[in-house]
DNA sequence: GTGAAGCTATAGTCAGGTCAAGGATTAGAT
DNA sequence: ATCTAATCCTTGACCTGACTATAGCTTCAC
C-alpha cells in the first residue's frame, strides 16, 4: 500500500497526472485511509506499469483504460488499429518531406544528407554491385513479399504513384 | 477585390478560419468596404495561397506568418527546422512502432505486411541476387553516401544501436 | 505545533481552429 | 418602397488530449 507521494516518486509521474488518471478511471487506488488517503496496492502499481507501457506506444489514455479492462481480442485490435494509425502518419511525414524538398530547392545541402531520392537509391545499389536486372528482381521479389512495405519505400524516395504502378507491374 | 465570402469558395477553407488568420495577422484583408466589409485584393489572394503551400508542410501559423513577412534567409531556416522536426517524428513512429509489434507478439498477421524486419529485409536481397559480400558492399556504399539515412533505415528495420555500429564499421 | 503531505474542485496550457450571440448591411423578389 | 434572406461584422466562449497549477482545506509525522 502506498500513499500518491511515494507512487509520484516510484513511477516518475506527477502528482497530478495520477489524480488525472484517477479521475479517468484508468488507475484508481483500490483503498482509502481512515483520512481518505489514496492507497495503491502493488496490483495498482502493476496496472500503471502498463499504462506507461501502452503510453510510451502511444495509445490514447482513452484506449489504454478499454485495453486494460477488456480481453485480449480487444487488446489486438486497438493495437493494429495504433500501427494503421502510425503508417498514415508516416505516409503524411513523407509527403511533407518531399514538399519541403521542393520548396528549399536543389540549393540546400539538407537536400543530400537527411533524405534520399530515387538517383541517390540508384547510385548506391549500383556501386555495390547491382545491374538493372538485379534491381528489377529486387522490386519483383519486394513486391511479392511485402507490398505494402515497397509501396511506402518507393513513396519514401518522392516516386509518385504513376511510376510506382508501373515498378509493381513488373514481372 | 472579394468580400470574405467570395474567398470562401473560392480557397475552401472556412469563413471562421479566414477570420481566425486575420486575427493572427497572417492574413489581413488590405481593404475594407464603405460598410467595413473585409475587402481582399488579388495579392491577398496569393499570399492565402502561400500560406495553404506552407500549412500543406506542417509549418505552424505562427512560422507562416514569420516566413512572409521575412528574408530567404529565415526562409530556409524555418524549412530546415521543420525538416529536422519531421525526422525526429519519424524516429518516433519507428520506435512505436517497434514497441507495438513486440506487444502484438509473433502471432499477428501484420507482423509480415506492414513492416519490415532484418530477417525480410535480408530474404528480399537475397533472393534478387545479392549475396553476403554485395550486403557488405550496399552497406559501406550506404554508409558512405548517407550516412544519417542509412541509420533510419537500420533502425527502420528494428536494428539495435549495438548492431548498427557494427555494421557502420564495415571497411 | 508546525511543516510536509494529503484532499477536492476548479482553472489554465498548447495549436489550430470552430461556433454562437447579437447586430448591421446588402441583394433579390414583390 | 418594402420585406426577407443571405451575408457581413465583432467579441468571446468552446473544442481535443494530456496534463499542470492553484486555492483552501485536512491530516500526519516528528
Redesign the interface.
Known amino acids: 500500500m502506498q500513499t500518491i507521494g511515494q507512487l509520484v516518486k516510484k513511477s516518475g509521474l506527477s502528482r497530478s497526472t495520477l489524480l488525472y488518471y484517477d479521475k479517468l478511471k484508468l488507475l484508481s487506488p483500490s483503498g482509502r485511509s481512515a483520512a481518505n488517503y489514496r492507497l495503491y496496492t502493488p496490483e495498482d502499481t502493476q496496472r500503471l506499469a502498463q499504462i506507461l ?2 503510453r ?3 495509445i490514447s489514455l482513452e484506449n489504454i483504460a478499454v485495453l486494460l479492462d477488456a480481453q485480449d481480442s480487444q487488446l ?1 485490435a486497438i ?2 488499429q ?3 494509425a ?2 498514415l ?2 505516409n ?2 513523407r509527403r ?2 518531399q ?3 521542393q ?2 530547392g536543389t540549393s ?1 545541402p ?1 537536400r ?5 531520392n530515387k538517383q ?1 537509391w540508384i ?3 549500383s ?4 545491374d538493372e536486372a ?2 528489377r ?2 522490386h ?3 513486391e511479392k ?2 507490398p ?2 515497397h509501396s511506402d519505400f518507393l513513396h519514401s524516395l518522392g516516386i509518385d504513384p504513376e511510376e510506382m504502378a508501373a515498378i509493381k507491374a513488373y514481372r
Open positions: 507501457l501502452y510510451e506506444a502511444g489486438s493495437l493494429e495504433r500501427l494503421e502510425l503508417n502518419e508516416m503524411e511525414i511533407q518531406q514538399l519541403l524538398l520548396l528549399l540546400s539538407l543530400s544528407s537527411k533524405l534520399m541517390q547510385a548506391i545499389l556501386a555495390s554491385g547491382m538485379a534491381m528482381n529486387w519483383i521479389e519486394f513479399k511485402l505494402l512495405v
